[in-house]
């Protein structure tokens, strides 16, 4: 999945970058809703001073002598020319033009006038921008001749100087309210998010003041709700962190406990060979110095491989654990053979994808098969089993199982077999008691655990490793 890239680390200036053009957007847009009200509302106010003087023309008609006659109210319209700081033009006529009185050739309405509905539009009269009120109505009687009464229209216009200053100025004011509350918005943006950061500042400074040795968990008191995942994933890296610097601490001690004494008998065999002169004898204490020689190599690469177990990042991808334990049983069958021991492969026919360590299961498998053949014994049967099966809380599980009839432990010594160095009273087998533990933990670092149980009818072991498969298994791989 693609994560985003911020240019700037700084969340408060990712926030004022984010949050400031958006206010700026948001003034732009109610500067807009703003400036068509003005219009709408100086439109409405001077439209019916418009509408007052087209009411007072026709008010005025008279038709009394068999023609059209407008009695004009003078005093009115110098009222209104004063009132709209600009020219007035006046027009009555029949709508068929025969009568027409005032100023001809005013603005046509852009659509047709319903009668006694009033119509305002925008127009241009001799190079002027004029609004136009335009009024229809049907005359008492006929003039002109005609033999029905005619509609007449009125209409009156006026130069814009009025309307449009009383736009600018209301506009003017409107943009000087908005610029003032996105000054006092930015100014509570910037102290809001100061406050916000103030607990992260103290984190930090709390994390910055720790001694690189210091690995207590944060506390996460006082901390923001959105912040408090952040501190609990520090916490638990640190868990984890103390968890690899304990399995260190543990290793070293475990090497220098199971290192320094075959290493002493080994300085002391050799030591006791170059005095002796006797080759008979010098040649078996050469062999028992081989013979420690190559457990010590063997404990050394468990402990080894104990300990990239315990702290190494796990190598994940995705392969067949069929093919795994197919590849294993061809590892140890020249090795079965030799001590006549029956090796078998109990598998399915199709394979059983898997997202985890390859290498690290391989050993794993090696060890538990090693153990089975070393201490089952000549005669012993021992089966290595892959299957996949839904465990009681409903979750899909992949079990890779040992299953040998050998001599195996006592009921009392089974719930220690995992334990570092632990090797049951009944073993005589030369070993480190390594192999179980190794076992338990690539078990766990995949999620899963070791189950140890007796061999069929009482007789041997019966050791699984039992790993979740899915989605959510993988992740818990990947992210322990």
């Not at 008010?59 to 007035?88: C, D, H, K, N, W």
Request: proline share 5%.
């Amino acid at each position: 999945m693609m994560r985003l890239k911020w240019p700037l680390v700084s969340i408060r200036r990712v926030l004022l970058l984010l949050l400031i053009p958006g206010m700026v957007l948001v003034a732009a847009a109610e500067f807009w809703v703003s400036w068509k009200t003005v219009n709408d509302a100086a439109d409405a106010a001077y439209d019916r001073s418009l509408l007052g003087a087209v009411k007072s023309i026709d008010s005025s008609i008279s038709t009394a002598s068999g023609g059209l006659g407008v009695e004009l109210p003078y005093r009115m319209l110098e009222f209104f020319e004063l009132t709209a700081q600009g020219q007035v033009f006046y027009r009555v006529a029949t709508e068929d033009g025969l009568v027409e009185i005032g100023s001809p050739g005013l603005p046509e309405p852009p659509t047709p006038l319903a009668t006694g509905r009033p119509q305002f539009y925008n127009g241009e009269y001799h190079g002027q921008p004029v609004r136009v009120g335009s009024y229809a109505r049907v005359l008492n009687e006929a003039v002109a001749g005609q033999l029905v009464p005619q509609r007449v229209v009125v209409q009156v216009a006026e130069t814009l100087e009025a309307r449009q200053e009383f736009q600018r100025g209301l506009l003017l004011r409107t943009l000087v309210r908005d610029v003032v509350l996105m000054v006092l918005a930015t100014g509570l943006l910037v102290v809001a998010i100061a406050l916000a950061m103030k607990p992260l500042t103290r984190f930090r400074q709390e994390v910055e003041a720790r001694a690189a040795d210091d690995l207590t968990p944060m506390s996460p008191e006082g901390v923001p709700a959105e912040v408090l995942p952040v501190v609990q994933a520090i916490n638990h890296h640190v868990a984890r962190a103390q968890e690899q610097a304990e399995l260190r601490r543990q290793f070293v001690d475990d090497a220098s406990h199971q290192l320094r004494t075959p290493l002493t008998v080994l300085s002391t065999q050799v030591a006791y060979a170059l005095r002796e002169d006797d080759a008979v004898e010098q040649h078996r204490v050469l062999e028992s110095i081989r013979t420690q020689l190559d457990q010590t190599i063997i404990q050394t690469n468990q402990l080894l491989a104990l300990a990239r177990a315990d702290g190494a990042a796990l190598d994940s991808r995705e392969f067949d654990l069929v093919w795994l334990a197919e590849t294993v049983v061809r590892q140890w069958w020249t090795t079965a053979r030799d001590q006549s021991i029956d090796l078998g492969l109990d598998v399915s026919t199709q394979p059983l994808n898997f997202w985890g360590d390859a290498d690290l299961l391989r050993e794993a498998l090696s060890n538990l098969i090693h153990n089975a053949i070393r201490h089952g014994g000549a005669g012993c049967h021992v089966t290595l089993s892959v299957f996949e099966r839904v465990n009681p809380a409903g979750d899909c599980v992949a079990t890779l199982r040992v299953v040998d009839n050998g001599q195996g432990l006592v009921t009392a010594e089974l719930a220690r077999l995992g334990e570092r160095f632990f090797r049951g009273s009944g073993t005589s087998a030369p070993g480190s008691g390594l192999g179980l533990s190794f076992v338990q933990t690539v078990a766990q670092r995949h999620g899963g655990q070791m189950r140890v149980v007796p061999g069929p009818e009482g007789r041997g072991l019966d050791v699984a490793m039992e790993l979740p498969v899915g989605r959510h298994a993988r992740q818990l791989r990947d992210n322990p």
